[in-house]
């Protein structure tokens, strides 16, 4: 199984703020990560898909970047609605495709 | 729009059986492969299940494989996970995600449901 890291855990932050998150893998997932964004009570919402590309929809401030076993994702400007909890996802091995622990990014 | 509609969670006892339902709309249902991805209480993620466009292909996570079953029906645009031997580790909330890409699964989710929790319990 491929273990994804992230760190920091939790991440406090004022608006307007950068955000830097980081996600690590056992083993190299080549560019095949996903981050994903999910506030309270609700579903994740897909943000960035292999590695790099913003899904349908979503701000330019949230970019992503990274290769093989370490990727960032990066708020470029923290926005009120951002502050939630962000989760990596790996799909290198599917179908045995795990999510990393998150990163919490509240408001500081 | 796409909407991803669960239903079907509850309390059940150890050991018993349960069917999730996912209604979609919005898309071409039988253009996608789906998956049923839960969260246990307070916990992160876990990826669960898929099912190809068609049906033919099935994968299972490990942990599952043996006592959940994923299924759908492309003319009802319905999704299907039946869960059987339920053991209090599989008390989570349940989601079912639309694959990212149409046709073969690339395991990414573009979109989710809300959600649907089954808890087991005595």
């Known amino acids: 199984e491929i273990v994804l890291t992230q760190s920091p855990a939790t991440l406090s932050l004022s608006p307007g703020e950068r955000a830097t998150l980081s996600c690590r893998a056992s083993?190299?997932?080549?560019?095949?990560l996903a981050w994903y964004q999910q506030k309270p009570g609700q579903a994740p919402r897909l943000l960035i898909y292999?590695?790099?590309n913003r899904a349908t929809g979503i701000p330019a401030r949230f970019s992503g970047s990274g290769s093989g076993t370490h990727f960032t994702l990066t708020i470029s400007s923290l926005e009120p609605e951002d502050f939630a909890i962000y989760y990596c996802?790996?799909?290198?091995?599917?179908?045995?495709?795990?999510f990393g622990p998150g990163t919490k990014v509240d408001i500081k | 729009q796409v909407q991803l509609v669960e239903s079907g969670g509850g309390v059940v006892q150890p050991g018993r059986s349960l069917r999730l339902s996912c209604a979609a709309s919005?898309?071409?249902?039988?253009?996608?492969?789906m998956h049923w991805v839960r969260q246990a209480p307070g916990k992160g993620l876990q990826w669960v299940a898929v099912?190809?466009?068609?049906?033919?292909?099935?994968k299972y996570a490990d942990s599952v494989k043996g006592r959940l079953t994923i299924s759908r029906d492309n003319p009802k645009n319905t999704l299907y996970l039946q869960m059987n031997s339920l053991r209090a580790e599989d008390t989570a909330v349940y989601y079912c995600?639309?694959?990212?890409?149409?046709?073969?699964?690339?395991?990414?989710?573009?979109?989710w449901g809300q959600g649907t929790l089954v808890t087991v319990s005595s």
């Open positions: 099912i190809a466009n068609d049906g033919r292909d099935k």
């Open positions: 083993q190299s997932v080549s560019s095949y």
């Open positions: 995600a639309r694959d990212a890409k149409l046709g073969a699964a690339i395991y990414h989710f573009d979109h």
């Open positions: 919005g898309f071409t249902f039988s253009s996608y492969g």
């Open positions: 996802q790996q799909r290198s091995n599917w179908p045995q495709v795990t």
């Open positions: 292999d590695a790099s």
